[in-house]
Every structure is written in structure tokens, then in C-alpha cells.
């Protein structure tokens, strides 16, 4: 079993930026080599892919909405994945949840993870 664990976000203003992490425990990055992504949710919406690492974060990939102002990050010896957000825009604001799957080298869709953190908010303020 793989637990994970999402920290850094909060309330910020447009134009300001973010870094989230997602702390893995249970099974080392090392041990258990996994494709990391980030999703996000706003209320009343489906869970959207927002970016993903391969496992030894070589190829990376994001949502259009997001490339050039996000970027995803990995530290295996860590354990943790990080999300770096830049540009914020108030249509960034919604629940990012850290996802992990150990099959794929860059999954895209939510039905291709197998392990979820709870989530965390982020909100930016117009």
C-alpha cells in the first residue's frame, strides 16, 4: 500500500504562485518505482489532470491550461513530488490532489491511478 499526503496550498492572490508537495509512505520511490501526478477539482466539476512525472522524471507532461506556468517535480531519495505554480490565475482555485500508479510510464486519466492523497485546497483570490 502506497500512502499519500498533499501539503503547501492556501489562499493566494492572481499572479501569485504556490509550490505543492506530496509526501509518499508505505513503499519508496526506490523500491516501487511510480508515475506521480497532480489532479484538480473545482466544485461542481470532474477531476482534472494537471500535470504527471514518470518515475524517474525523465519525461514529464501537463494540461495545456497549465505549461509554461506550472511545473512538476520529483525527489525520489525524498519521496515527495512537487507541484510548483507560478501565474496563478483565479481559475486555478480547487481541491489538487497527488495520485500515484505504478504501471504506466505517464498516465493522463484519474482511472489510471491507483493511489490517491486526500487532497488540498488551493484558492486564488481576483
Known amino acids: 500500500q502506497v500512502q499519500l499526503v498533499e501539503s503547501g496550498g492556501g489562499l493566494v492572490q492572481a499572479g501569485g504562485s504556490l509550490r505543492l508537495s506530496c509526501a509518499a509512505s508505505?513503499?519508496?520511490?526506490?523500491?516501487?518505482?511510480?508515475?506521480m501526478g497532480w489532479f484538480c477539482q473545482a466544485p461542481g466539476k470532474e477531476r482534472e489532470f494537471v500535470a504527471a512525472?514518470?518515475?524517474?522524471?525523465?519525461?514529464?507532461g501537463y494540461a495545456d491550461s497549465v505549461k509554461g506556468r506550472f511545473t512538476i517535480s520529483r525527489d525520489n531519495a525524498k519521496n515527495t513530488v512537487y507541484l510548483q505554480m507560478n501565474s496563478l490565475k483565479p481559475e486555478d482555485t480547487a481541491v489538487y490532489y497527488c495520485a500515484a500508479d505504478p504501471t504506466k510510464l505517464l498516465p493522463t486519466l484519474p482511472s489510471e491511478y491507483d493511489y490517491w492523497g486526500q487532497g488540498t485546497q488551493v484558492t486564488v483570490s481576483s
Open positions: 512525472i514518470s518515475w524517474g522524471g525523465a519525461s514529464t
Open positions: 508505505g513503499r519508496t520511490f526506490s523500491s516501487y518505482p511510480m508515475a
